[in-house]
């Protein structure tokens, strides 16, 4: 059994059909003086047939997936624009007189190792992109076919050191049961492209391809656990059909509570909400029952791209949300990039601590003519639902009012331009800083609603970075430390009458959830898939049981004997779901799951809980 990441949820059994690297033998040919022009004009013909290609694909994607993942391929069409690419390619076709496909192999190495040697998830990604493009590009030049994939075969799991965007658009899901990658990550394009095809993915395996499978090899993965095995046991494939029979009868039944009231057998109704960073991450959330948005990421609109989304761009996709939602609440988070999130067009320069540096609000607060850009769009889209604007990473009162100014210049501007919008837009904050937590009842007297990022908030209250794997044994959920945060927030809201609601990736943990129970908050917000499992269990959850339980749990000293009390409690419950018929399949499969810890570090990791968390900047992930 092999351990790596779990990118994409599912179980996949079959036989392995092994990708040989997408990488061709490129002689280093040199030409004549006299052959330039001919040289240029191949490369110029590559870069045509290249581009067709590129658009033919994202016209069939069209029909398959959304605008996110086809923006990968305008992504990649921008690398065959791009003039520091090309010159380089030119300047080694012109200095060193090589062949065109010599010097676009010179060049994507040159390129793919300095972005490889750059400490940065995100920029490794592109350099993934630049060896897609390159290697299309390659294909054309050298007149190669396309590596192809087996379709008439038994579908299969496809295993590869890496796959790209481009391969898998090929993938037709019929064929395929799931993915294997030797490298890769959560953020990866390949992952967010799995996530929107539905096919379990398994990915940053620390072992080589060779010892991994051959093609025909049994194999089963586990993308909820991250785990491999290569060629199981007959016993392994019993175990693990079982919990496949088991998720796929969870699901379809899940399904059924998609219309049901989210409440408590003694009465306490919670809105179960989802986080969603684009408007077709909003299909899952309607078919999950989602009561409404707890937290629309923005700043995924702006990524992938060569330049600020205008108002016009911004407000279609807002008001396409709110108008799809028809009245459920829709909560537009204002950007929020700086730390992990990256804009390849927006230069925030070297920081030594860029998750306390420019970032969030204070990016908008310093550039006002981008903040009210995205606050008209957003205005604009509150004449066509029940819109709510939010403000990320807030310190402090004074942020509060400076963004409110600028929201009402805004709402003055819209009102002389004669453009509807609702004047009573509400307007909230996250907490997500210890800063904003202990000054929690001011704020309240400057907003309508919190909402409590507790993924940052972890990280800043106990200072651990929430990307540090070295770490992540400090990144503790269910420290006195945060729950004593959690219930500050809290009693202040509740204090000033406002409504309180969780977006972090903590709501969507099983074992949380009489926390928000017992301390009455109003809404949990989470990913789309870990809606339904958090209301069959809430239907089996008492308030009363939860109240005792947090009477108890504010005694905890340390996070163990926090979670010891939360997992006997979750254990009861489960009692109670099979007990009426309504057992939690992942509960019951994770029992079948050899060497299986709970990770007390992700939330919603531990045994009986949805994927693990979503690290920042995954689109489509949370
Ligand atoms: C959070 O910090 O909890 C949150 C929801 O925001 P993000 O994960 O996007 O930082
Ligand atoms: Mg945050």
Same mark, same amino acid.
């Given at each position: 059994?092999?351990?790596?990441?779990?990118?994409?949820? !599912?179980?996949?059994?079959?036989?392995?059909?092994?990708?040989?690297?997408?990488?061709?033998?490129?002689?280093?040919?040199?030409?004549?003086?006299?052959?330039? &022009?001919?040289?240029?004009?191949? %490369?110029?013909? !590559?870069?045509?047939?290249?581009?067709?290609?590129?658009?033919?694909?994202?016209?069939?994607?069209?029909? /398959?997936?959304?605008?996110?993942?086809?923006?990968?391929?305008?992504?990649?069409? &921008?690398?065959?624009?791009?003039?520091?690419?090309?010159?380089?390619?030119?300047?080694?076709?012109?200095?060193?007189?090589?062949?065109?496909?010599?010097?676009?192999?010179?060049?994507?190495?040159?390129?793919?190792?300095?972005?490889?040697?750059?400490?940065?998830?995100?920029?490794?990604?592109?350099?993934?992109?630049?060896?897609?493009?390159? $290697?299309?590009?390659?294909?054309?030049?050298?007149?190669?076919?396309?590596?192809?994939?087996?379709?008439?075969?038994?579908?299969?799991?496809?295993?590869?050191?890496?796959?790209?965007?481009?391969?898998? =658009?090929?993938?037709?899901?019929?064929?395929?049961?799931?993915?294997?990658?030797?490298?890769?990550?959560?953020?990866?394009?390949?992952?967010?492209?799995?996530?929107?095809?539905?096919?379990? %993915?398994?990915?940053?395996?620390?072992?080589?391809?060779?010892?991994?499978?051959?093609?025909?090899?049994?194999?089963?993965?586990?993308?909820?656990? !991250?785990? /491999?095995?290569?060629?199981?046991?007959?016993?392994?494939?019993?175990?693990?059909?079982?919990?496949?029979?088991?998720?796929?009868?969870?699901?379809?039944?899940? @399904?059924?509570?998609?219309?049901?009231?989210? /409440?408590?057998?003694?009465?306490?109704?919670?809105?179960?909400?989802?986080?969603?960073?684009?408007?077709?991450?909003?299909? =899952?959330?309607?078919?999950?029952?989602?009561?409404?948005?707890?937290?629309?990421?923005?700043?995924?609109?702006?990524?992938?791209?060569?330049?600020?989304? !205008?108002?016009?761009?911004?407000?279609?996709?807002?008001?396409?949300?709110?108008?799809?939602?028809?009245?459920?609440?829709?909560?537009? @988070?204002?950007?929020?990039?700086?730390?992990?999130?990256?804009?390849?067009?927006?230069?925030?320069?070297?920081?030594?601590?860029?998750?306390?540096?420019?970032?969030?609000?204070?990016?908008?607060?310093?550039?006002?003519?981008?903040?009210?850009?995205?606050?008209?769009?957003?205005?604009?889209?509150?004449?066509?639902?029940?819109?709510?604007?939010?403000?990320?990473?807030?310190?402090?009162?004074?942020?509060?009012?400076?963004?409110?100014?600028? %929201?009402?210049?805004?709402?003055?501007?819209?009102?002389?331009?004669?453009?509807?919008?609702?004047?009573?837009?509400?307007?909230?904050?996250?907490?997500? %800083?210890?800063?904003?937590?202990?000054?929690?009842?001011?704020?309240?007297?400057?907003?309508?609603?919190?909402?409590?990022?507790?993924?940052?908030?972890?990280?800043? /209250?106990?200072?651990?970075?929430?990307?540090?794997?070295?770490?992540? $044994?400090?990144?503790?959920?269910? *420290?006195?430390?945060?729950?004593?945060?959690?219930?500050?927030?809290?009693?202040?809201?509740?204090?000033?009458?406002? *409504?309180?609601?969780?977006?972090?990736?903590? &709501?969507?943990?099983?074992?949380?959830?009489?926390?928000?129970?017992?301390?009455?908050?109003?809404?949990?917000?989470?990913?789309?898939?870990?809606?339904?499992?958090?209301?069959?269990?809430?239907?089996?959850?008492? @308030?009363?049981?939860?109240?005792?339980?947090?009477?108890?749990?504010?005694?905890?000293?340390?996070?163990?004997?926090?979670?010891?009390?939360?997992?006997?409690?979750?254990?009861? =419950?489960?009692?109670?779901?099979?007990?009426?018929?309504?057992?939690?399949?992942?509960?019951?499969?994770?029992?079948?799951?050899?060497?299986?810890?709970?990770?007390?570090?992700?939330?919603?990791?531990?045994?009986?809980?949805?994927?693990?968390?979503?690290?920042?900047?995954?689109?489509?992930?949370?």
């Amino acid at each position: 059994m092999i351990k790596g990441i779990g990118a994409s949820s !599912g179980i996949a059994i079959g036989k392995a059909f092994v990708l040989p690297d997408w990488e061709w033998d490129v002689p280093d040919k040199k030409i004549d003086v006299a052959d330039l &022009a001919r040289e240029f004009e191949r %490369l110029y013909e !590559g870069i045509r047939s290249s581009k067709r290609e590129i658009e033919q694909i994202k016209g069939e994607l069209a029909e /398959v997936v959304g605008s996110e993942e086809r923006s990968i391929f305008d992504a990649h069409l &921008a690398i065959l624009n791009d003039p520091i690419f090309m010159n380089e390619i030119q300047g080694i076709i012109r200095r060193q007189y090589k062949a065109a496909e010599a010097a676009v192999k010179e060049a994507i190495d040159h390129f793919v190792a300095m972005f490889d040697l750059l400490d940065d998830e995100y920029m490794k990604e592109r350099a993934l992109d630049i060896k897609d493009v390159g $290697n299309r590009l390659l294909k054309h030049l050298l007149g190669m076919p396309e590596v192809s994939l087996p379709t008439d075969a038994q579908p299969f799991i496809l295993v590869a050191r890496e796959v790209s965007p481009s391969q898998l =658009v090929h993938l037709n899901p019929q064929h395929v049961l799931g993915i294997v990658t030797i490298t890769g990550s959560m953020t990866s394009h390949a992952a967010i492209m799995a996530r929107a095809l539905g096919l379990p %993915l398994v990915t940053g395996l620390d072992v080589p391809l060779e010892s991994l499978a051959e093609t025909g090899d049994l194999l089963i993965i586990d993308g909820d656990e !991250g785990l /491999v095995i290569p060629r199981p046991t007959e016993e392994q494939i019993r175990i693990y059909t079982e919990l496949q029979r088991r998720q796929t009868e969870h699901r379809s039944r899940l @399904r059924r509570l998609a219309d049901v009231r989210s /409440v408590t057998p003694d009465g306490k109704e919670i809105a179960l909400e989802a986080n969603i960073s684009s408007l077709k991450e909003l299909e =899952v959330a309607l078919q999950s029952g989602a009561a409404g948005v707890g937290l629309f990421r923005t700043e995924f609109l702006y990524m992938d791209r060569h330049q600020f989304p !205008g108002e016009e761009e911004q407000f279609d996709v807002y008001k396409a949300v709110a108008e799809k939602l028809g009245g459920r609440p829709l909560i537009i @988070r204002t950007l929020d990039i700086g730390g992990d999130k990256h804009l390849d067009y927006f230069e925030i320069g070297e920081e030594a601590n860029p998750f306390l540096g420019y970032r969030a609000i204070r990016i908008c607060l310093d550039r006002p003519d981008l903040f009210k850009t995205q606050l008209r769009a957003i205005l604009r889209a509150s004449a066509f639902g029940k819109v709510k604007i939010m403000y990320p990473l807030i310190s402090s009162v004074e942020e509060v009012r400076a963004a409110n100014r600028i %929201l009402a210049e805004a709402k003055r501007e819209l009102e002389a331009e004669g453009l509807p919008f609702d004047p009573n837009v509400p307007c909230g904050i996250m907490i997500e %800083l210890p800063s904003a937590v202990t000054i929690a009842d001011l704020l309240a007297e400057e907003v309508d609603f919190f909402s409590i990022g507790t993924n940052d908030l972890i990280q800043f /209250v106990l200072a651990v970075d929430r990307m540090n794997e070295r770490i992540s $044994n400090l990144y503790q959920p269910y *420290h006195p430390a945060v729950l004593r945060m959690l219930r500050m927030t809290v009693d202040a809201a509740k204090r000033r009458g406002i *409504h309180v609601g969780v977006c972090g990736e903590m &709501a969507g943990d099983p074992r949380a959830l009489p926390i928000w129970l017992g301390l009455d908050v109003d809404s949990i917000s989470m990913s789309s898939h870990s809606i339904l499992p958090i209301k069959e269990r809430l239907l089996h959850t008492h @308030r009363s049981d939860s109240i005792d339980l947090l009477n108890r749990l504010w005694e905890c000293r340390t996070q163990e004997e926090a979670l010891r009390l939360l997992d006997a409690f979750r254990l009861t =419950v489960e009692a109670r779901m099979k007990a009426d018929g309504a057992a939690a399949p992942e509960s019951a499969g994770n029992d079948a799951r050899a060497g299986n810890e709970p990770d007390a570090r992700v939330p919603g990791a531990g045994p009986g809980a949805p994927n693990a968390a979503r690290p920042a900047g995954t689109a489509g992930a949370s």
